[in-house]
C-alpha cells in the first residue's frame, strides 16, 4: 500500500499537494490544475478545478500498480463530496472511523465528515479507475444558492446548512444515467480551456442537481423509484430481447414490469433513454418491423402475419402499417411477390 498526505482543501492546493508527493509537476490551465501519474507508480491523471459559486471538480482516470491511499486531513472543515465511480471500485473512509464504504461501479456517495476530520480515499490497484468526486464549500454555497437549499428536503437542508459539520453524512446509491453521459462529457471535452471552464462549471451544477433529486428518489424506495439507475439499463436491453421473441404474446406492461424487477415508472423512463420511444410504442414498431420482414421473405398471408406478431385487429394493423410504411400489407406482399 503506498499512502499520499493531501494537507490542504482547494482543488488548486490539492493537485499540487498531489504533485509534490508524486514528485511530479502539475499544470494549470484557466484555473484548471492536473498531474500526470508518474510511471513508476501507474498511468493516468488527476484533474481538479474550482469555481466561484463553492463548486469544484476533481477527477481521477488513473490506473495505478499498487494499492494507493490517499488522505485528505487538512485541520478544517471539510467540503461535501459527491463520489462517483464510472469504473472500478475505489473505497472511502472518515479519517475518525475505521469503517470502510466501498462505492464499486455504477455508484455515487454523498459523504461528510464531522468537524476536522477528513477523508481518505483507496484505489485498488490495477483497476482502471474512472472516478469523479463533486466538492461543495458549504459556506461559500450557501451564500450563493440560499434560495434552492431552503427548498430542499430536511436532511440535505441540514446538510448544507451545517457549516461546522457537526454531523457526519453518508448516502450510497447506484446512480442515474444521465451522470453516465455527463461524465463523458467532462473526460471528453478538450475545448479551448476557458470555454472548458464555464462548461465545466455547468455541468457541476447539472451534477448537483440530478444528485438531489436522485436522493429524493431512493428515499422514495425500489416499488416507488422513478429513475433508472445504470446498472439497470442491462436488464432493459435484456427485456427488449424477450420482447422481439415473443411479439405473438400480450406483451403489457404490468407482464413486462414484473418479469424485469423494474416498475412500470422506470421502464417507460428507460424504454424513452434507450429507444426514445414508450414501452407500447416500441412494441408496435418491432411488431411492425416483423410483420414487414414476414411479408417479404414467407408465403404468408396478411392474416397470418397478423397472428405471428401479436396484433389483433386487421383493420388496426393495416392502418398503422400503411401510416408507417406508405402502403396497406396486401399491397406491400404483392409488391414482393
Same mark, same amino acid.
Given at each position: 500500500?503506498?499512502?499520499?498526505? /493531501?494537507?490542504? @482543501?482547494?482543488? =488548486?492546493?490539492?493537485?499540487?499537494?498531489?504533485?509534490?508527493?508524486?514528485?511530479?509537476?502539475?499544470k494549470?490551465?484557466?484555473?484548471?490544475?492536473?498531474?500526470?501519474?508518474?510511471?513508476?507508480?501507474?498511468?493516468?491523471?488527476?484533474?481538479?478545478?474550482?469555481?466561484?459559486?463553492?463548486?469544484?471538480?476533481?477527477? $481521477?482516470?488513473?490506473?495505478?500498480?499498487?494499492?494507493? &491511499?490517499? =488522505?485528505?486531513?487538512?485541520?478544517? /472543515?471539510?467540503?461535501?463530496?459527491?463520489?462517483?465511480?464510472?469504473? #472500478?471500485?475505489?473505497? !472511502?473512509?472518515?479519517?475518525?472511523?475505521?469503517?470502510?464504504?466501498?462505492?464499486?461501479? $455504477?455508484?455515487?456517495?454523498?459523504?461528510?465528515?464531522?468537524?476536522n476530520?477528513?477523508?481518505?480515499?483507496?484505489?485498488?490497484?490495477?483497476?482502471?479507475?474512472? *472516478?469523479?468526486? %463533486?466538492?461543495?464549500?458549504?459556506?461559500?454555497?450557501?451564500?450563493?444558492?440560499k434560495?434552492?437549499?431552503?427548498?430542499?428536503?430536511?436532511?440535505?437542508?441540514?446538510?448544507?446548512?451545517?457549516? %461546522?459539520?457537526?454531523?457526519?453524512?453518508?448516502?450510497?446509491?447506484?446512480?442515474?444515467?444521465?451522470? =453516465?453521459?455527463?461524465?463523458?462529457?467532462?473526460?471528453?471535452?478538450?475545448?479551448?480551456?476557458?470555454?472548458?471552464?464555464? !462548461?465545466?462549471?455547468?455541468l457541476?451544477?447539472?451534477?448537483?442537481?440530478?444528485?438531489?433529486?436522485? $436522493? +429524493?428518489?431512493?428515499?422514495?424506495?425500489? +416499488? =416507488?423509484s422513478?429513475?433508472? &439507475? /445504470?446498472?439497470?439499463?442491462?436488464?432493459? +436491453?435484456?427485456?427488449?430481447? $424477450?420482447?422481439?421473441?415473443?411479439?405473438?404474446?400480450? %406483451?403489457?406492461?404490468?407482464?413486462?414490469?414484473?418479469?424485469? #424487477?423494474?416498475?412500470?415508472?422506470?421502464?417507460?423512463?428507460?424504454?424513452?433513454? @434507450?429507444?426514445?420511444?414508450?414501452?407500447?410504442? !416500441?412494441?408496435?414498431?418491432?411488431?411492425? *418491423?416483423?410483420?414487414?420482414? @414476414?411479408?417479404h421473405?414467407?408465403?404468408?398471408?396478411?392474416?397470418?402475419?397478423?397472428?405471428?406478431?401479436?396484433?389483433?385487429?386487421?383493420s388496426?394493423?393495416?392502418?398503422?402499417?400503411?401510416?408507417?410504411?406508405?402502403?396497406?400489407?396486401?399491397?406491400?406482399?404483392?409488391?414482393? +411477390?
Amino acid at each position: 500500500m503506498k499512502e499520499f498526505k /493531501v494537507n490542504s @482543501l482547494p482543488l =488548486k492546493e490539492v493537485i499540487q499537494s498531489l504533485a509534490k508527493s508524486f514528485s511530479v509537476p502539475f499544470k494549470e490551465n484557466c484555473d484548471e490544475y492536473s498531474l500526470v501519474i508518474p510511471s513508476k507508480i501507474g498511468i493516468g491523471q488527476i484533474r481538479g478545478v474550482n469555481f466561484d459559486n463553492g463548486l469544484g471538480i476533481i477527477t $481521477y482516470d488513473c490506473q495505478f500498480y499498487d494499492d494507493v &491511499r490517499i =488522505k485528505f486531513t487538512v485541520d478544517e /472543515v471539510h467540503p461535501i463530496k459527491y463520489i462517483y465511480s464510472a469504473h #472500478g471500485l475505489v473505497q !472511502h473512509s472518515f479519517e475518525n472511523d475505521a469503517k470502510v464504504n466501498e462505492i464499486d461501479q $455504477y455508484k455515487c456517495a454523498i459523504v461528510a465528515s464531522e468537524k476536522n476530520n477528513g477523508h481518505i480515499l483507496t484505489f485498488l490497484r490495477n483497476e482502471n479507475h474512472k *472516478v469523479l468526486s %463533486l466538492e461543495i464549500d458549504r459556506s461559500k454555497f450557501a451564500k450563493t444558492a440560499k434560495c434552492e437549499i431552503d427548498s430542499l428536503g430536511s436532511k440535505l437542508k441540514s446538510l448544507f446548512l451545517d457549516e %461546522l459539520a457537526g454531523e457526519t453524512f453518508y448516502h450510497e446509491g447506484f446512480y442515474g444515467i444521465e451522470f =453516465k453521459d455527463i461524465f463523458t462529457e467532462i473526460l471528453k471535452f478538450e475545448d479551448k480551456m476557458l470555454i472548458r471552464k464555464f !462548461h465545466m462549471e455547468s455541468l457541476a451544477l447539472r451534477i448537483f442537481v440530478n444528485q438531489l433529486v436522485q $436522493y +429524493e428518489d431512493d428515499l422514495n424506495g425500489i +416499488e =416507488k423509484s422513478s429513475i433508472i &439507475r /445504470v446498472n439497470e439499463l442491462s436488464k432493459v +436491453e435484456e427485456l427488449s430481447k $424477450y420482447i422481439l421473441s415473443n411479439l405473438e404474446k400480450d %406483451l403489457t406492461i404490468q407482464s413486462l414490469s414484473k418479469r424485469s #424487477g423494474l416498475n412500470p415508472n422506470k421502464l417507460q423512463f428507460a424504454f424513452k433513454h @434507450l429507444f426514445k420511444a414508450t414501452v407500447n410504442e !416500441h412494441i408496435t414498431r418491432c411488431r411492425l *418491423v416483423e410483420a414487414k420482414n @414476414l411479408l417479404h421473405n414467407n408465403n404468408l398471408n396478411v392474416s397470418e402475419v397478423l397472428g405471428r406478431v401479436g396484433f389483433e385487429s386487421n383493420s388496426y394493423f393495416s392502418k398503422i402499417f400503411k401510416r408507417e410504411f406508405d402502403m396497406s400489407p396486401s399491397d406491400y406482399r404483392k409488391l414482393m +411477390e
